[in-house]
């Protein structure tokens, strides 16, 4: 549900998602959205178990997405 919204969101610049147990899948979907996102420029997801796969997917989409800056 949050990588669907992140991927559509036009406004919101900043987002703490953090201790929300996330996970690798969550990780994958807040990877993918990054890639569409151009609002967003500070993400926290600090202790969410994202694991390796999650992680990759956001390193992905970080060389992708202009906006984030932290």
Known sequence: AIGAALGRNKTLTTLNLNNNSIGPEGGRAIGAALEKNATLTTLS???NNIGADGGRAIGA?????ATLTT
Not at 61 to 65: F, G, H, I, R
């Open 45 to 47: 997801l600090d202790s």
């Open 61 to 65: 989409a970080l060389e992708k997405n």
